[in-house]
């Protein structure tokens, strides 16, 4: 089947681009478009799509404000926020609201499709040295306390806590293997136990928890 997929975006151009990229890829198919939010919202419970990508800046209803309706309803699909990381200061809320990831809007096209793939899959779209600079731009910012309580913490191993704290860091299963001297196997079984123990919805959201308690920063 193919992966169903809703277009969020306030210009018509760039999703008209989108369709015509992805019109002649057999697996994957445009089944809404939405100019602002709350379109977005309601095509999601009409069609119930695979993947929403979602444009931040969007008239009346934002996208950070819609994907937060639209992740927190059983069976939601998982949302790309699409932004221009340089100039937009809400790429971190929109994270936070239950986005699986993000991309740039002056990326490939053909790199937007290959995302819709990986998110379809059930992987967070964010590369570790774009997670780096998440947290380098977002550290000074007054969100913090949103961590988990310390009995959720208190439940993960010391091990898997250095496994969390590499993973806020940025790096990748590899990276993390090679600096706690463990294969490739183990580092997913610690991240299969943090997104149980964590209650987290993927790798993006153990950043965030990472980050909002207080185990990463720029400094470490």
Do not use: C, W
């Not at 210009?11 to 478009?33: K, N």
């Amino acid at each position: 089947m193919p992966v169903r997929v809703v277009l969020a975006d306030d210009q018509p151009l760039i999703r008209a681009g989108l369709v015509m990229v992805i019109a002649d890829i057999p697996d994957i198919e445009i089944v809404g478009e939405a100019g602002n939010g709350a379109e977005a919202v309601q095509l999601v419970r009409d069609l119930k799509p695979d993947v929403v990508v979602m444009d931040i800046r969007m008239p009346g209803m934002d996208g950070i404000e819609a994907t937060r309706m639209i992740t927190k309803e059983d069976g939601a699909p998982h949302v790309i926020v699409l932004t221009t990381f340089d100039d937009d200061d809400n790429v971190y809320n929109s994270l936070r609201a239950g986005a699986s990831g993000f991309l740039v809007k002056d990326m490939a096209l053909d790199d937007i499709v290959a995302a819709v793939r990986v998110v379809a899959d059930g992987d967070a779209l964010i590369a570790p040295k774009v997670t780096r600079r998440l947290i380098e731009e977002f550290a000074d910012r007054p969100q913090r306390g949103a961590a988990p309580p310390p009995k959720e913490l208190e439940r993960i191993t010391d091990r898997e806590l250095e496994a969390l704290t590499l993973i806020g860091r940025g790096m990748s299963n590899t990276e993390i293997a090679e600096t706690m001297v463990i294969s490739g196997a183990t580092v997913k079984a610690y991240v299969t136990r943090l997104l149980a123990k964590l209650d987290a919805r993927d790798r993006v959201h153990l950043v965030i928890i990472a980050y909002e308690a207080g185990l990463v920063s720029p400094a470490r």
